[in-house]
């Protein structure tokens, strides 16, 4: 191995693209040659004093020179520049139809990366994740290796959550880990709560299971904390179930002082939190999660499907206690056996090398731009959406009906969902989740918002395009 030690103030580039600078320039003076082996990611950043990540990110960046190839359990090498297309993963394949066809519409999700920089990177995680192949298309522990519940604790972190190692676990996404918890804390017949408009999933989940869902009355702010006592008086409820942060369909966020006063009710009835994390990640500063403020009472599910993608099938679980651990492994071990191990190598490389962040903060940008769209189109007030949302909520006028509106928009490429799918109790109001992301584009997000747009403006008769 290699004794390398590079002197970063070398270049003036960030210090991981230093690095990669470095190993460039020691190869031309001959200070490296090919076939040396470089240090572990590791022990170069103790040895030069900084976190392991701008390493591995430097290595990855190295890689994408042609500079260096990585073995898993062999190390780094220096190849002098050898061609990148060699490890299969050429960046002018074409998708392959037969995969690229099938869209659900009717899925809440992120916009998907364009970025040609970005995806090669992506595509290189992938590749050297199939270095390690064959092991990873064995059978493994439930809940993730070491080094992937490390990936998920310096992910996890980004939410101010630092719980053990042995709280954490790696699940095949988070309606499974939803499924197994929901089984945990309530038998059939009995009652979990949540809020009165919420994700469908939760529904679909205590009706398998038969347990009553009863939902809670809301404000701009997140369900009422008095109705929520009211509820545990009445109902005795075995857990509460929140979507918190960009809650799904209606875009709140709950902030730091209501959940300061759920998490009071709470603990007062000893009611466990089953808190959904989908969103948490999109914002730059939102609010702590309830498994920092409730730690001892929440089930924390921090999935990946609207940070990073959803084909991950990925969700990171804390548990709220250690006496808790062994009915949610038995639990999700009898449902799902374990996470793909292929899934959660390639999961915990991005997190490593900084692509999953690289990732997120595409998501962000074009959120953004997409919430910009809306707002330019749409009269205000007339929907409810938030900044860095990719949905928006919206209350229907005119005579329109979510039935008519839902048949109207059905071909316009964007994904249009009835209040339906999302009312716990009662009758649904006249209103639609409308989806901004997946892999529709900004030119034609805004053709098909321009046409609800104009659809809008009046009846729907004014808005037929049938004879």
């Known amino acids: 191995m290699k004794d390398w030690r590079p002197d970063l103030s070398r270049s003036g580039s960030p210090r991981y693209m230093a690095i990669a600078d470095l190993i460039e320039m020691d190869l031309r003076s001959g200070h490296l040659v090919i076939g040396d082996r470089l240090p572990p990611q590791r022990e170069l950043a103790k040895r030069l004093n900084i976190d392991f990540t701008t390493v591995a990110r430097g290595y990855v960046e190295a890689q994408k020179r042609g500079l260096v190839d990585s073995h898993v359990g062999r190390g780094t090498f220096v190849t002098g520049g050898a061609d990148k297309e060699r490890r299969g993963f050429a960046s002018d394949?074409?998708?392959?139809?037969?995969?690229?066809?099938?869209?659900?519409?009717?899925?809440?999700?992120?916009?998907?990366?364009?970025?040609?920089?970005?995806?090669?990177?992506?595509?290189?995680?992938?590749?050297?994740?199939?270095?390690s192949l064959i092991p990873l298309l064995r059978y493994q522990g439930f809940g993730g290796s070491g080094m992937d519940k490390e990936a998920a604790a310096a992910w996890l972190s980004r939410r101010g959550l630092v719980p053990s190692q042995e709280r954490i676990f790696v699940t095949p996404g988070a309606h499974p880990a939803l499924l197994a918890i929901c089984g945990l804390l309530a038998k059939p017949g009995e009652i979990i709560l949540s809020e009165s408009i919420t994700y469908p999933g939760i529904r679909s989940i205590a009706a398998q299971l038969r347990l009553n869902l009863s939902g809670l009355p809301m404000d701009e702010y997140g369900i009422l904390p008095d109705a929520f006592a009211d509820a545990c008086e009445r109902l005795k409820p075995k857990g509460l179930y929140l979507n918190p942060t960009l809650q799904n369909p209606v875009t709140l966020t709950i902030p730091e002082r209501r959940r300061e006063e759920i998490c009071a009710v709470?603990?007062?009835?000893?009611?466990?939190?089953?808190?959904?994390?989908?969103?948490?990640?999109?914002?730059l500063h939102a609010p702590p999660p309830f498994a920092a403020m409730a730690p001892d009472l929440t089930w924390h599910i921090g999935g990946l499907a609207k940070c990073i993608g959803a084909g991950l099938r990925l969700a990171y679980v804390v548990a709220?206690?250690?006496?808790?651990?062994?009915?949610?492994?038995?639990?999700?071990?009898?449902?799902?056996?374990?996470?793909?191990?292929?899934?959660?190598?390639?999961?915990?490389?991005?997190?490593?090398d900084g692509t999953a962040d690289t990732i997120l903060r595409f998501i962000r940008k074009e959120a953004t731009a997409r919430?910009?769209?809306?707002a330019a189109i749409l009269p205000a007030g007339s929907?409810?959406?938030?900044?860095?949302?990719?949905?928006?909520?919206?209350?229907?006028?005119?005579?329109?009906?979510?039935?008519?509106?839902?048949?109207?928009?059905?071909?316009?490429?964007?994904?249009?969902?009835?209040?339906?799918?999302?009312?716990?109790?009662?009758?649904?109001?006249?209103?639609?989740?409308v989806c901004l992301g997946g892999p529709i584009d900004r030119e034609k997000l805004q053709?098909?918002?321009e046409y609800m747009g104009h659809a809008l403006e009046g009846p729907p008769e004014l808005a037929a395009s049938f004879f």
């Open 93 to 131: 394949t074409a998708p392959d139809p037969r995969r690229t066809s099938a869209i659900d519409l009717s899925m809440n999700m992120p916009p998907e990366p364009t970025d040609p920089e970005l995806i090669a990177r992506m595509r290189e995680g992938l590749s050297a994740v199939a270095s």
């Open 266 to 283: 709470a603990r007062k009835y000893h009611v466990p939190i089953i808190e959904d994390d989908a969103y948490g990640f999109i914002p």
């Open 320 to 352: 709220p206690d250690t006496k808790a651990i062994w009915p949610f492994v038995s639990a999700m071990r009898a449902n799902n056996v374990m996470a793909s191990p292929l899934n959660m190598a390639l999961a915990t490389r991005w997190i490593e």
């Open 371 to 374: 919430q910009e769209m809306v």
């Open 383 to 433: 929907y409810r959406g938030d900044p860095i949302s990719f949905n928006i909520w919206l209350p229907l006028t005119n005579g329109w009906t979510r039935s008519t509106f839902g048949s109207h928009m059905r071909a316009s490429g964007i994904g249009v969902v009835a209040s339906d799918a999302f009312t716990v109790e009662g009758p649904a109001p006249e209103a639609v989740r």
């Open 447 to 449: 053709g098909a918002l």
